[in-house]
């Protein structure tokens, strides 16, 4: 259920991704299955405000970036006219 205070706090403020998708974006608990409020990491906050068009990130293990590079494109999309992001995975159970 989303909240008309959190809506009006983006609409305040809609350069805030990081609360943006604290507010509206859902992941799926790797134990139970069912979806539940997304938690920012630090690192995720971090590539959240960053305005740079390329970043490269270095990981070793499932950290969320996905999720997040997700939400980082579909905000953008939502807030511009003709935004572009194209995302591959490497199957359906993945996408």
Same mark, same amino acid.
């Given at each position: 259920? #989303? &909240?008309?205070?959190?809506? &009006?706090?983006? #609409?305040?403020?809609?350069?805030?991704?990081?609360?943006?998708?604290?507010?509206?974006? &859902?992941?799926?608990?790797?134990?139970?299955? %069912?979806?539940?409020? #997304?938690?920012?990491?630090?690192?995720?906050?971090?590539?959240?405000?960053?305005?740079?068009?390329?970043?490269? #990130?270095?990981?070793?293990? &499932?950290?969320?970036?996905?999720?997040?590079?997700?939400?980082?494109?579909?905000?953008? @999309?939502?807030?511009?006219?003709?935004?572009?992001?194209?995302?591959?995975?490497?199957? %359906?159970? %993945? @996408?």
């Amino acid at each position: 259920m #989303i &909240q008309t205070d959190i809506i &009006q706090s983006y #609409i305040s403020d809609p350069d805030d991704l990081v609360k943006m998708s604290e507010a509206f974006f &859902q992941v799926p608990d790797p134990l139970t299955g %069912e979806w539940t409020p #997304i938690k920012n990491y630090d690192y995720g906050k971090e590539y959240l405000q960053d305005e740079n068009d390329t970043i490269n #990130i270095l990981k070793s293990r &499932q950290a969320g970036i996905s999720w997040v590079s997700v939400m980082k494109a579909l905000m953008k @999309a939502m807030k511009r006219k003709r935004y572009r992001k194209i995302y591959i995975s490497i199957g %359906e159970r %993945e @996408a």
